[in-house]
């Protein structure tokens, strides 16, 4: 693992790349010590790793959105599941471009799973994190029929090109050498 640096009075563990230009903490601003912060390690509060949050958030409703100041949300992603969930923005403390805190007290459960936040610091959300996928097709690398551009193919298998040649000779050329055959229009290729 690389270096960290963790912050004396709130107990927050930063990557050493990300915080090594920093003065105060972005959670607590408390200032940084030049001495110890690199490996010092804070017993008394627990700590907050900022590699492995249970949410990132995305986005913040702008102060005119509502009338009512008190409908204003932060819009969080779960970690696990993915779901979008809002939070009201009065249950944090503390905003800043790269990171909100939840108030102390305040406990909060995805939506979508149910797993409680754990972590009190929600990072924004990286710029390279997408959704799952892992459900959807990747319709840009399926064969599709060049004629109706269907997904609904089928390969023409071995049998029954050979049993297409046997019955139909040299007739069966335009079916023997093509590998599918779509279910929609019936054109091979």
Do not use: Q
Not at 129 to 135: D, N, S, T, Y
């Amino acid at each position: 693992m690389g270096k960290k640096i963790v912050c004396e009075s709130c107990g927050t563990i930063f990557p050493f790349e990300k915080a090594k230009d920093f003065t105060v903490c972005p959670v607590c601003n408390a200032s940084f010590d030049d001495g110890e912060n690199e490996s010092s390690t804070h017993d008394e509060k627990e700590k907050i790793d900022l590699d492995h949050p249970d949410m990132y958030y995305y986005s913040i409703d702008s102060e005119d959105k509502y009338e009512d100041k008190s409908w204003r949300r932060i819009w969080c992603e779960c970690i696990s599941c993915r779901y979008a969930n809002s939070i009201l923005y009065s249950n944090f403390i503390l905003i800043n471009p790269e990171y909100v805190k939840l108030k102390d007290g305040i406990e909060i459960r995805c939506k979508g799973c149910g797993k409680a936040v754990t972590n009190p610091v929600i990072p924004k959300r990286p710029d390279g994190w997408r959704e799952l996928e892992m459900w959807e097709k990747d319709y840009n690398n399926l064969p599709k029929c060049p004629i109706c551009h269907s997904t609904k193919i089928h390969k023409i298998s071995m049998t029954n090109k050979a049993a297409s040649a046997l019955t139909f000779g040299i007739f069966a050329v335009g079916h023997v050498s093509k590998t599918y055959k779509c279910d929609i229009c019936g054109s091979k290729f």
